[in-house]
């Protein structure tokens, strides 16, 4: 598959990067509420910090990554544009909502559901090839788009590539990915304000 995309390493690890913060975020949500039963049991602290401080740690990390990135687009003859500063707080604006919302969606049912957490490492490695990074979205069969479009991070990983390599932003599948992430966030905001009362008495 590398042969047929040029600047292979270039073409993976701007898509494997963003992927890597949204797969790692999701996979520890699911043991965050059980991992810090004394501190959901013991104190009054709002349990959504606990999965803000594991997302966002998880950022910091995909923004230290960012540079790595630039280098490879200089080892390639290119180099980073000015969008970057207008396109990547953006994309990272959407991503943060469908991280959070399913996070928030994983980590309330794994206290109910404690194998759960053992799926979503399973999930995680499924979706990724349902997630254009190792290939491109053009190669996808059109047999099969309407389920590969069904992936939130889609839209998102191909948004990020188009800003590093291409250097362009485009505002529709922001604006669709944006729309997705406000829904998962409200729907794993629902799912956790519904059951968060039984967290400490199931802990």
Same mark, same amino acid.
């Not at 290939?135 to 992936?151: A, D, G, H, R």
């Given at each position: =598959?590398? !042969?047929?995309?040029?600047?292979?390493?270039l073409f993976l690890i701007s898509g494997l990067f963003p992927w890597q913060w949204f797969a790692n975020s999701v996979i520890l !949500? *699911? !043991?965050v509420f059980i991992s810090n039963k004394p501190l959901i049991q013991r104190t #009054?602290? +709002?349990r959504t910090i606990l999965l803000l401080a594991s997302i966002l740690n998880g950022a910091v990390h995909f923004l230290l990554s960012v540079p790595?990135?630039? &280098?490879?687009?200089? =080892?390639?003859?290119k180099r980073p544009c000015l969008i970057w500063l207008v396109g990547l +707080? *953006? &994309? &990272?604006?959407p991503q943060f909502l469908i991280i959070f919302g399913l996070s928030l969606l994983v980590s309330s049912i794994n206290v109910f559901f404690r194998d759960l957490q053992h799926l979503v490492g399973v999930l995680m490695n499924f979706l990724f090839f349902f997630t254009p990074i190792v290939? !491109?979205? #053009?190669?996808?069969?059109?047999?099969?788009? +309407?389920?590969?479009? &069904?992936?939130?991070m889609m839209p998102i990983v191909v948004a990020y590539r188009n800003l590093f390599l291409n250097g362009t932003f485009s505002v529709v599948p922001w604006f669709v990915s944006l729309v997705t992430g406000l829904l998962l966030a409200a729907v794993g905001y629902s799912v956790y304000n519904r059951l968060k009362w039984k967290f400490a008495e199931l802990l």
């Open positions: =598959m590398s !042969s047929r995309i040029d600047n292979f390493s !949500s *699911a !043991s #009054t602290l +709002p790595v990135i630039g &280098l490879f687009l200089l =080892m390639a003859g +707080p *953006a &994309l &990272l604006i290939y !491109s979205e #053009t190669m996808i069969p059109k047999s099969i788009q +309407p389920f590969v479009f &069904l992936n939130p």
